[in-house]
């Protein structure tokens, strides 16, 4: 088992450099390339000069500026890219994916623990993941409180968990903090916590 995920991990990662290579017109500069590797799913791309929004609709010409998120379709596209980027750290047992989208340590260190022992079919992909019931609890520079449904399909069995996730701007990015069952619960304290 751990041959054919070794085998397919290495025939995605493949695919995904050929696709970057041929959607960025055989621009092999390493600015493009770190450009095309870290600001966009692997789905996504741009010929946008680099001040145009991506996915999460939240990042700037300046990287440190956080703009403070207003609509349930701008939180929604943050959450996916995040836990995008949590079930493609765990599929491709890569920490240092999972530190992209976490702030905390004992959360970095669950995942690592999880490695080779998920029920992946296959890789996961952006459009696997869905919200529904979504609202914006709190949004200011700081931290964004989301209520959804959170609901991933294809690459495992279909499963959907319901709570309030709150995710705080590190210096460049919205980063996982919490996940709270009950939208009731002490999620606020987290809001106003001192990160790591």
Do not use: H
């Not at 870290?38 to 956080?66: F, I, K």
């Not at 890219?81 to 750290?89: Q, R, T, Y």
């Not at 529904?132 to 968990?161: N, P």
């Amino acid at each position: 088992m751990r041959r054919l995920i070794s085998v397919l991990v290495v025939v995605g990662l493949a695919v995904a450099v050929v696709l970057l290579w041929a959607n960025r017109g055989g621009d092999s500069s390493p600015s493009t390339q770190a450009q095309a590797t870290t600001t966009l799913p692997p789905t996504s791309t741009t010929t946008s000069p680099p001040d145009t929004t991506t996915l999460a609709a939240t990042t700037t010409s300046d990287p440190t500026e956080v703009e403070i998120v207003e609509t349930v379709e701008q939180a929604e596209a943050i959450l996916r890219e995040l836990w995008f980027g949590w079930f493609e750290g765990i599929y491709n047992e890569d920490e240092d994916r999972i530190r992209e989208v976490v702030v905390l340590e004992e959360t970095i260190e669950q995942a690592t623990q999880s490695f080779g022992t998920s029920d992946f079919r296959r890789p996961p992909r952006p459009e696997d993941i869905s919200f529904t019931q979504t609202e914006i609890l709190r949004a200011d520079e700081q931290c964004l409180a989301v209520w959804t449904v959170l609901s991933v399909e294809g690459f495992v069995e279909t499963r959907s968990s319901g709570g309030v996730e709150v995710l705080r701007w590190t210096p460049n990015r919205w980063k996982s903090l919490t996940t709270w069952q009950n939208r009731d619960d002490l999620w606020e304290a987290d809001c106003d916590s001192t990160l790591p």
